[in-house]
Structures are given as C-alpha cells and as structure tokens.
T-cell receptor
Framework: DAGVIQSPRHEVTEMGQEVTLRCKPI?????LFWYRQTMMRGLELLIY????????DSGMPEDRFSAKMPNASFSTLKIQPSEPRDSAVYFC?????????????FGEGSRLTVL | KQEVTQIPAALSVPEGENLVLNCSFT??????LQWFRQDPGKGLTSLLL?????REQTSGRLNASLDKSSGRSTLYIAASQPGDSATYLC??????????FGKGTTLSVSS
C-alpha cells in the first residue's frame, strides 16, 4: 500500500505569492494531520481532520493559512500571501480511527522556501 | 497544555553500545506515546506505539517503556549500529487531541 503522498517535495517562491501544498492520505485512514517543522520550534501541529471535518485548527498561525479536505483522499494547505517566516518543512500525516487512537504515518514532507 | 521534552538534544556513542533515549511529558493523562525516527531530509517513520494501558513495546533491538505516573518514556536501543544514526522523536497525546512532539534527540553511532 502506498504511504502518505505529498506534493510538491520542494517549493521556492517569492514573498507575497500563494502556495498550495497537497496531501493524499493512506487509503482507509480517516484522520489527517498537517504539521510544520522548523529548527527553532520543532514539529508543530497546524490542523487535523477526522472524517474530512476539521477538528482542531488552533495551531494555524494566522488567517493567511487555510486547509481543506474535500474528500477522504485529498487535502490541501494553502498560504496566501506567503512570507519568509513561513519557510519550513510541512508534513502531512494520517492515521486510522479518531485522532488519538491510531498509529501515525507521515509523508516525506514539502520543503517550502519563501524568498 | 501537554509539553514533551527530550534530553539530551544530541548523543554520540561507539558502535555496539546499548543506549537509552529519554522523553518526559507534563500531563500524565496520556492516551498514546509514540516513538519516531527521522533521517535527514526525510519524513518520520513510526518505531513503536505504546497505548496508555501498556507499559512497554518491543521491536527487534528497540524497546520502549512508559511510566505515566512519573511522566516518562524511554527508548532502549541494544547493540547500536551506524545505521541507527538519526533523530529520534517521541510524541504523546491525550483524549481527543493530536500528537504533541518533543524536539528530538539526534543520535550518532560511530564505527
């Protein structure tokens, strides 16, 4: 079975541009998570969905960030407008069951650089 | 709010040594405790998951233990190898919440 698939793997953009990161969770998993990793702050939870419904978005930094999960096999994380401080690796992860019951599986991440 | 701490941030050992990585958490009412491995430039790979009713889990040369009363978990690696060099992260969650991660311990095993 394919793991969690993220695209793009690398994105370099200029400040002010819109960035869209994509994620396909493992088939059959009904919880999906977006995390951000930086050297300074480590891994931070941005938002998670259960059965396509956002459950906790308290980690989303500000209104420039938005996430959607239109169906069980696809999610997007959008940043508009992007800023240099958004540079980080963004990870998508999925698990079976509710948010706290299953083992978490991660994608390879999307490395974002905002110039 | 749950906080997860891993000390030390980095550890260097010679090949063959047995070692212990430490993880502490502030709220003992955890649901799961999960250990991950992260290689440079890669995603996280799940190593072991300990549910709140369990005390330990084993996989090959790895053994993870959980002591909720003291707010601690340890990851024991037996007979370390250069291929074990990576960053190890622990994470815990409580009822209805997602995993909260420590900042990891970067392990270097020299041959």
């Amino acid at each position: 079975d394919a793991g969690v698939i993220q695209s793009p793997r690398h994105e370099v953009t200029e400040m002010g541009q819109e960035v869209t990161l994509r994620c396909k969770p493992i088939s059959g998993h009904n919880s999906l998570f977006w995390y951000r990793q930086t050297m300074m702050r480590g891994l931070e939870l941005l938002i998670y969905f259960n059965n396509n419904v956002p459950i906790d978005d308290s980690g989303m930094p500000e209104d420039r960030f938005s996430a959607k999960m239109p169906n069980a096999s696809f999610s997007t994380l959008k940043i508009q407008p992007s800023e240099p401080r958004d540079s980080a690796v963004y990870f998508c992860a999925s698990s079976r069951g509710a948010s706290n019951t299953g083992e978490l599986f991660f994608g390879e991440g999307s490395r974002l650089t905002v110039l | 709010k749950q906080e997860v701490t891993q000390i030390p941030a980095a550890l260097s050992v010679p090949e063959g040594e047995n070692l212990v990585l430490n993880c502490s958490f502030t709220d003992s009412a955890i649901y799961n405790l999960q250990w991950f491995r992260q290689d440079p430039g890669k995603g996280l790979t799940s190593l072991l998951l300990i549910q709140s009713s369990q005390r330990e889990q084993t996989s090959g040369r790895l053994n993870a233990s959980l002591d909720k009363s003291s707010g601690r978990s340890t990851l024991y690696i037996a007979a370390s190898q250069p291929g074990d060099s990576a960053t190890y992260l622990c994470a815990s969650n409580q009822a209805g919440t997602a995993l909260i991660f420590g900042k990891g311990t970067t392990l270097s095993v020299s041959s």
